[in-house]
């Protein structure tokens, strides 16, 4: 069975400086999909990247990038000058491209210092 | 936004009482998803469904029953609750549409669930 780990149950950041999230994974297979959701004290998870394994490209939106490598099967989150807004949980999760199902790491606490 | 609704909201009840979530979905996707939320363990799927009347067991499926008989209706059912099921419950779909399944899952608000 696949496992997602992050090791950093809880992180902080200066408001505008940048913060990176570890996130590895175990599998045995070689086409999967990789995903960071966010959730803020709403309790909404909202979908922050995607990175398709086939993909060299690490994947970016906006402020949010990731770095694969799937050689060593990890999957950082890098926030990039960091905004009170980002404060929130973060969860990593691998999903088999041959699968149904996601599985969640156990999450990272992210907070913004004014 | 996807169409996901979870109702009922919050709910307590007390130890062994029956309890019913729903979740409805207008997005006419085929996969659906009950997973529990607890801190320290993340996101733990519960059920999941494929299709109307095709579902499966997740990683944390003893003592939770789910039901789909329509496709945009998936429900989970605690047969007798206990204090250990209180939790948050999250329900979330997939698409296989047209245009290809992006593998990401879609969220509702979540249900928190107290048991007394």
């Known amino acids: 069975a696949q496992t997602v780990t992050q090791s950093q149950p809880e992180m902080s950041v200066q408001e505008a400086e940048t913060v990176t999230l570890s996130c590895t994974y175990d599998?045995?297979?070689?086409?999967?999909?990789l995903f960071w959701y966010k959730q803020p004290p709403s309790r909404q998870m909202i979908l922050v990247i995607r990175?398709?394994?086939?993909?060299?490209q690490n994947a970016t939106e906006n402020r949010f990038s990731v770095n694969f490598q799937k050689a060593a099967k990890s999957f950082s989150l890098k926030i990039s000058d960091s905004q009170l807004g980002d404060a929130a949980m973060y969860f990593c999760?691998?999903?088999?491209?041959?699968?149904?199902?996601?599985?969640f790491g156990t999450g990272t606490r992210l907070t913004i210092i004014p | 936004d996807a169409g996901i609704t979870q109702s009922p909201r919050h709910k307590v009840t007390e130890t062994g009482t029956p309890v019913t979530l729903r979740c409805h979905q207008t997005?006419?996707?085929?996969?659906m998803y009950w997973y529990r939320q607890d801190p320290g363990h993340g996101l733990r799927l519960i059920h999941y469904?494929?299709?109307?009347?095709?579902?499966d067991k997740g990683e944390v499926s003893d003592g939770y029953s789910v039901s789909r008989s329509k496709t945009e209706d998936f429900l989970l059912t605690l047969e007798s609750a206990t204090s250990s099921q209180t939790s948050v419950y999250f329900c979330?779909?997939?698409?296989?549409?047209?245009?290809?399944?992006?593998?990401?899952?879609?969220f509702g608000e979540g249900s928190r669930l107290t048991v007394l």
């Open positions: 979330a779909i997939s698409g296989s549409e047209a245009g290809g399944n992006t593998g990401e899952l879609f």
């Open positions: 599998t045995s297979e070689s086409d999967y999909y």
């Open positions: 990175q398709e394994a086939y993909k060299q």
């Open positions: 999760a691998y999903r088999s491209a041959l699968g149904e199902k996601l599985t």
């Open positions: 997005e006419n996707h085929r996969y």
């Open positions: 469904s494929y299709g109307v009347k095709d579902t």
